[in-house]
């Protein structure tokens, strides 16, 4: 099965630069909006106890269903006051925010769905991608086409990659750790069963059928999938070969969607274009999954080779020796999809391999 292309004669589109700016503009807000709101923005409302009255946030979870989160009271309580203000300011400016989101989402940027959305606000909100905690996979590169400017074809997924190289200083981790975080989101995360029966389980989901996973990865010492232990979450994870080279390099970027906007560590967009013609060696049994990732990588390779001097070359650089053969083994794969419309591009992966 091929995989699809957007343009005929390029495999990407730029965006106009003033819509770009106005991207830039909502990054800038994600970044200083400290507490992401989870859920749609909602409003204010009053309960009445025993005469007097307290407050709550009434929103539309995630999953679509009407959730409440208690503000306190009694109202006239300067604290609770105070609380309240804050949390209707936050309110007004994320309604702003989505206004703005909706309008780029006309215009073909990439926008999160709700589930993932309130993911990554829970996460952020406790500190992890400050701490290190890098977003990975199909939603990674939604955001970095984002990021660089362009538009392309998107793979739709309900998988969430989360993957941490070191140990993650945080300060504010529940006891149930990365599970009693995950349902902050009001979804209700369950741990999946493991593969081998007596071993950890490394990834969550929501209770019920669902295709809605958060994967917690680290790096594997070579070319296994052990399971290691994340202490600081009070969790296990996965190890991947390669992953240490991925989450080498990382930037804060911005995932929206029409929830909101929230601030994620990336893998730098040279390091995941050259990761993912790496890992499609790793599932030569699983040729759609192989061909999605060398499509992602050419699509980042060919904004890079064109819009960002030296990118290609700097992540090339970073690889390790043993890589390399790897990616050169990839090298026809790529030829096909980027050749002539992408030459220049083509030419610095090739000069960078060499």
Known sequence: ????????????????Q????????????????????IGAPGSIIEHKRAGA??????????????????????????????RVERVRERIESTKSLITRIRA????????????????????????????GAVLIGSHAYAVLLNSLGIKAVSYETEDIDIARGHFLALSNV???????????TGINFVEVPPMARGMPSTSFKRAGATRFHVYLLVPSSD?????????????????????????????????????GAVSVRLPTPGRFAIHKLLV??????????????????????????????????????????????????????????????????LSELEASLA
């Open 53 to 82: 009255i307290y407050y709550a946030r009434q929103y539309m979870g995630p999953d679509g269903t009407k959730l409440e989160e208690n503000l306190g009271g009694p109202s006239g309580d300067e604290a609770v006051e105070a």
């Open 280 to 345: 499609s060696r790793l599932r030569t049994n699983m040729l759609i999954k192989s061909q999605k990732d060398v499509h992602q990588a050419c699509v980042l390779l060919a904004a890079m080779g064109e819009h960002r001097s030296g990118d290609i070359e700097d992540a090339c650089a970073a690889l390790p020796k043993s890589s390399r053969q790897v990616v050169r083994r990839v090298l026809p794969e790529v030829r096909k999809l980027m050749g002539q419309r992408h030459e220049g591009a």
């Open 1 to 16: 099965m091929a995989v699809p292309t957007l343009f005929h004669s390029h495999l990407y589109e730029q965006h106009d």
């Open 18 to 37: 003033a819509y770009c700016s106005q991207f830039a503009n909502i990054e800038q807000a994600a970044a200083s909006q400290g507490e992401v709101l």
């Open 104 to 131: 780029l989402a006309k215009l073909g940027f990439q926008l999160a769905d709700n589930k993932t959305f309130a993911t990554m606000g829970v996460l952020s909100n406790h500190g992890l991608f400050q701490a």
């Open 174 to 184: 529940p006891k149930g750790g990365l599970l009693e975080i995950l349902k902050e």
């Open 223 to 259: 070319d296994s999938f052990p399971v290691i232990a994340v202490p600081e979450l009070n969790a296990h994870a996965t190890g991947l070969p390669y992953l240490a080279y991925l989450l080498g390099e990382s930037q804060m970027a911005t995932l929206i969607s029409r929830h």
